[in-house]
């Protein structure tokens, strides 16, 4: 017999992205792989441990090629994450699970494709390494400005980075960010910042009145929080493992 | 082409169906064609409270499936005759309701009425996305107490998102209509204050609206309020809501609430 162990700390559930390769499969798909094929044997482990996200939308399979075209690519070490576009009639409990509301980010880049490549096949492989950090880093972080009142059932979603709301978050709305939150108005509904394990993520608001805030899977609720807050204009940040609060001015 | 409006609120029993039918009669009584179409299919009241009931034989369901003719749907008030009710079904359900159906329908009516007013049922459901889809100027009526103002609020996010004019790029005009406001209620504190309603909500105020026993007589003897007794406290209210609908600049007086000096040389600014 196991005992259910109550523990007074909460799971902490936190979101997180990741940057996976999106393959898109064209028709006829043998003609397809053989294409595969030729780009794989050019850059041998191109695909190795990279995350795979096939993207059939608008690809007219049905399950049975579907479940084959995955077995064809697993058979070539291609391991398929997620299908992304699927139609739940193309999709089967066995299958890799579907995935929706992909973001574009920056193109993989191919292998270089000249008679070079074959001669320096190593060459070719360090060509399709990922731009190196340092020039990442000069690029600003995103931002969402969303410039209108934030209604309650609203949800805003904005994982790359900071939110900022020119109005209110109703009651019942709510906004996730993987930065900080900042709300010119009444923060009446829920913000959760910092929400890609980001500890250093703040929520900013004119007016405290929210239902609930969390910085890095932290929460607290309204009934948590100081009473003396309540209305005021405040900062909300996390030190260690506990959420703070001031008031801000 | 007549303007759709929609009176919507999200949540039940704030007073939908008395403000479309005490609009529509007010709007009507003006000259202007106005029909008040019944979208709670299931659940309808707006007969009754139009003093119809027993004049019902086909309605909205019928005309959307193409068992009857609009016009034959349509039923003309007794006491003001340019205004007209287009009852909805109380047998069916809102399954019956198709979207190229209501668009039809509504379509017919804009090129025939001046005002199209859509009782909206309840909800966020097929019935209240269907009533307000085509609107022009939605009416959120809310009363002063927090979980109407919040569902009021769920109802505006909505229509700035599932309106055809939303989804069109353009901005559908929202109105806020404050129902059942109690005077003595409001002196006592244990109400929501018209301008804690108006920053929450932030749309502007087309009036308030005094709770009183003369709408729940209105409605016992089947007439809108505004046709039941134009003089009593909540017609005055709606007759002046019409107005500033129609464009007019009127200043919103908060029921019962003692006006100071300076109060009455500046009014209060509306919308």
């Known amino acids: 017999m196991t005992d259910v162990l109550t523990q007074p700390r909460p799971i902490r559930l936190k979101g997180r992205s990741f940057l996976a390769l999106a393959l898109t499969p064209e028709l006829p798909v043998a003609d397809w792989l053989v294409r595969l094929d030729d780009l794989a044997a050019r850059s041998a482990g191109f695909f190795l441990r990279r995350p795979v996200v096939l993207d059939i939308d608008g690809l007219d399979i049905d399950r049975q090629e579907l479940r084959e075209l995955v077995e064809q690519l697993s058979s070539r070490n291609v391991r398929v994450m997620g299908i992304e576009g699927a139609r739940t009639s193309q999709l089967g409990p066995d299958m890799p699970p579907a995935m929706t509301d992909g973001r574009p980010a920056a193109d993989f880049e191919a292998p270089a494709e000249s008679e070079k490549a074959d001669k320096h096949a190593i060459d070719s492989v360090e060509s399709a390494a990922p731009v190196p950090a340092h020039q990442q880093s000069v690029t600003a972080a995103p931002s969402l400005i969303v410039s209108r009142t934030v209604r309650s059932g609203q949800s805003i979603f904005f994982p790359e980075g900071d939110v900022t709301i020119v109005g209110s978050v109703g009651s019942g709305a709510e906004v996730v960010a993987g930065g900080s939150i900042h709300v010119y108005g009444a923060l009446r509904g829920r913000a959760m910042a910092g929400s890609t394990g980001n500890a250093e993520a703040r929520i900013f608001c004119r007016k405290l009145e929210a239902e609930l805030i969390a910085i890095d899977g932290f929460y607290k609720t309204a009934e948590d929080m100081e009473p003396e807050l309540r209305g005021k204009a405040g900062q909300i940040w996390l030190e260690g493992e506990t959420i703070k609060a001031a008031i801000l001015g | ?271």
């Open chain 2, 1 to 271: 082409m007549g303007k759709v409006i929609v009176v919507t609120s999200g949540k039940g029993g704030v007073g939908k169906t008395t403000s479309s039918a005490a609009l529509g009669a007010a709007l009507a009584q003006n000259g202007e064609k106005v029909v008040v179409v019944d979208f709670d299919v299931g659940l309808r009241n707006l007969d009754l409270v139009m003093g119809a009931e027993r004049r019902v034989v086909y309605d909205l369901v019928n005309v959307i499936q193409g068992e009857a003719k609009l016009t034959q749907a349509l039923i003309r008030d007794k006491r003001v005759e340019t205004l007209y009710l287009l009852p909805a079904s109380q047998t069916r359900d809102k399954d019956n309701l198709t979207p190229e159906g209501v668009e039809k329908v509504i379509a017919a009516l804009k090129s025939a009425f001046d005002w199209v007013i859509c009782d909206s049922p309840a909800g966020i459901e097929r019935g209240a996305t269907l009533a307000m889809r085509h609107a022009d100027i939605a009416i959120v009526v809310t009363n002063p107490e927090v979980s109407s103002v919040r569902d009021s609020d769920r109802i505006i996010g909505l229509l700035d998102s599932k309106t055809l004019k939303a989804e069109n790029g353009e901005r559908i005009e929202k109105h806020l209509l404050l129902t059942r406001y109690d005077a003595n209620r409001a002196e006592r504190g244990d109400m929501l204050k018209v301008d804690d309603v108006l920053e929450i909500l932030s749309i502007p105020l087309l009036g308030i609206i005094p709770e009183s026993m003369d709408v729940l007589r209105a409605s016992n003897v089947g007439a809108p309020v505004t046709l039941a007794d134009g003089r009593s406290a909540p017609a005055l209210a709606y007759f002046e809501a019409t107005r500033r609908l129609k464009g007019e600049d009127l200043p919103v007086t908060i029921p019962g609430e003692k006006r100071s000096f300076l109060g009455k040389i500046f009014g209060r600014k509306a919308a």
